[in-house]
T-cell receptor
């Protein structure tokens, strides 16, 4: 069966510091991968998606970037965090691109102080 | 993305009661998904619907894909305290590739 992991579970970072969040998927090959941000426990906002290694699409302009160095690894980064980057970051995967069920990871709670 | 209207925003019920919530869109959808999210965790898929009129159950949960293809419903029968959480509807419209989410229904169940 497939499983999705996110690391770390929680993170407190000062403004201006760098960020690296990791997402890995097990039990499947060539998944479609997604990064979402959830503010205040509601409303998931799609940030990035990837259909393959090295292929990243951004949904909203922001202070963040994403990379996919390996088939089942998706990384969310920032060079300098802003206060507004605080939130709950969720990684998800799907088998097919487009209308297909997405399965979410456990999330990373990021607090920028 | 498409805006999904999910209602009610919150519900406060007693254990044993039935629960109904719904989600509507302004455009036609070809897939509806229902997720449950516990505090501090990622959303967990409850039910997936792929055809208009489809009615699918998962234990005490039943969801339906509306025949207009612009709405979906989730019912929970005989609620129990562990049903507490936020329930999200999500779906794909015919014109887009992104998964659109409702703002969630917060469910509280008292023993």
């Amino acid at each position: 069966s497939q499983t999705i992991h996110q690391w770390p579970a929680t993170l407190v970072q000062p403004v201006g510091s760098p960020l690296s969040l990791e997402c890995t998927v097990e039990g499947t090959s060539n998944p479609n991968l997604y990064w979402y941000r959830q503010a205040a426990g509601r409303g998931l906002q799609l940030l990035f998606y990837s259909v393959g290694i090295g292929q990243i699409s951004s949904e909203v302009p922001q202070n963040l970037s994403a990379s996919r160095p390996q088939d089942r690894q998706f990384i969310l980064s920032s060079k300098k965090l802003l206060l507004s980057d605080s939130g709950f970051y969720l990684c998800a995967w799907s088998l097919r691109w487009g209308p297909d069920t997405q399965y979410f990871g456990p999330g990373t709670r990021l607090t920028v102080l | 993305g498409q805006q999904l209207n999910q209602s009610p925003q919150s519900m406060f019920i007693q254990e044993g009661e039935d629960v109904s919530m719904n989600c509507t869109s302004s455009s036609i959808f070809n897939t509806w998904l229902w997720y449950k999210q516990d505090p501090g965790e990622g959303p967990v898929l409850l039910i997936a619907l792929y055809k208009a009129g489809e009615l699918t159950s998962n234990g005490r949960l039943t969801a339906q894909f509306g025949i207009t293809r612009k709405d979906s419903f989730l019912n929970i029968s005989a609620s129990i305290p562990s049903d507490v959480g936020i329930y999200f509807c999500a779906g794909f419209s015919n014109s887009g590739y992104a998964l659109n989410f409702g703002k969630g229904t917060s469910l509280l169940v008292t023993p």
